[in-house]
């Protein structure tokens, strides 16, 4: 603990965020790694020639997580969740999950972005 006003206080680094420290980022690596191995499959680019763009702890606005599909109602409440992005080739790949389940393909045209306010990592 640190006392205002005492040396020891300069010496102390900030908190560690709650979105990045550790089981969150264990499982952002793991949400990160799941597209990846679904993007090699689905486009046939080797894995070690695919580039992460961003791979991020996000909010998402619904239980749509950023990806609703036409005609479907979804809860109207924030979710915790990740988004990756990735290129293939000239492909650009983008995976969204909650806290717990696996990335999925969001299809291009019809991704929304996090909300406002989100926990980028």
Same mark, same amino acid.
């Given at each position: 603990?640190?006392?205002?006003?005492?040396?020891?206080?300069?010496?102390?680094?900030?908190?560690?965020?709650?979105?990045?420290?550790? #089981?969150?980022?264990?499982?952002?690596?793991?949400?990160?790694?799941?597209? !990846?191995?679904?993007? +090699?499959? @689905? *486009? %046939?680019?080797?894995?070690?020639?695919?580039?992460?763009?961003?791979?991020?702890?996000?909010?998402?606005?619904?239980?749509?997580?950023?990806?609703?599909?036409?005609?479907?109602?979804?809860?109207?409440?924030?979710? #915790?969740?990740?988004?990756?992005?990735?290129?293939?080739?000239?492909?650009? !790949?983008?995976?969204? +999950?909650? @806290? *717990? %389940?696996?990335?999925?393909?969001?299809?291009?045209?019809?991704?929304?972005?996090?909300?406002?306010?989100?926990?980028?990592?």
């Amino acid at each position: 603990m640190c006392l205002v006003g005492t040396a020891a206080c300069a010496t102390e680094p900030p908190p560690v965020p709650p979105a990045i420290a550790g #089981p969150a980022m264990s499982r952002l690596e793991s949400v990160k790694e799941a597209a !990846l191995v679904d993007a +090699a499959k @689905r *486009t %046939g680019v080797s894995r070690n020639l695919l580039e992460v763009l961003s791979a991020e702890a996000v909010t998402w606005s619904d239980g749509s997580l950023g990806c609703p599909m036409p005609g479907m109602m979804y809860t109207q409440a924030l979710v #915790p969740g990740f988004r990756v992005r990735i290129r293939a080739g000239g492909k650009e !790949l983008d995976y969204h +999950a909650g @806290r *717990t %389940g696996a990335p999925v393909l969001c299809p291009a045209g019809r991704a929304i972005p996090p909300a406002a306010g989100d926990d980028r990592i």
